[in-house]
């Protein structure tokens, strides 16, 4: 995958048509439903609107993880395991105080 390729994965994004064509109703009605309520034009949204935008969500989830995974990226910090040096550079909390200590 080149430069042009995976910029182009990482700026894409779902569209009102997309939106529209997943609740199988007009652009025009994602407009209105989405229009302040004390507009004229506004509308309200359609129904099942919630499964729509999950399953929507679901889909740009997954191809972000795809992207993600063709760059070969390295394991995030916060699942890696900490190394000797990682734990002394680490701040030093109050005796009687961890991490996960919650006040």
């Avoid at 990482?10 to 009605?29: H, N, R």
């Avoid at 309520?37 to 997954?62: D, I, N």
């Amino acid at each position: 995958m080149n430069f042009r390729e995976a910029t182009d994965g990482l700026l894409a994004s779902a569209t009102l048509e997309d939106l529209a064509t997943e609740m199988g109703v007009s652009v025009q009605a994602v407009r209105q439903a989405r229009a302040g309520e004390t507009t004229s034009s506004a509308r309200p949204p359609p129904p099942h609107w919630e499964r729509a935008v999950g399953k929507l969500a679901r889909r740009m989830a997954a191809h972000f993880e795809r992207l993600g995974n063709a760059m070969k990226l390295p394991v995030p910090n916060a699942e890696r395991p900490v190394t000797g040096k990682q734990h002394k550079r680490a701040k030093k909390l109050p005796k009687g105080r961890h991490r996960g200590a919650v006040d």
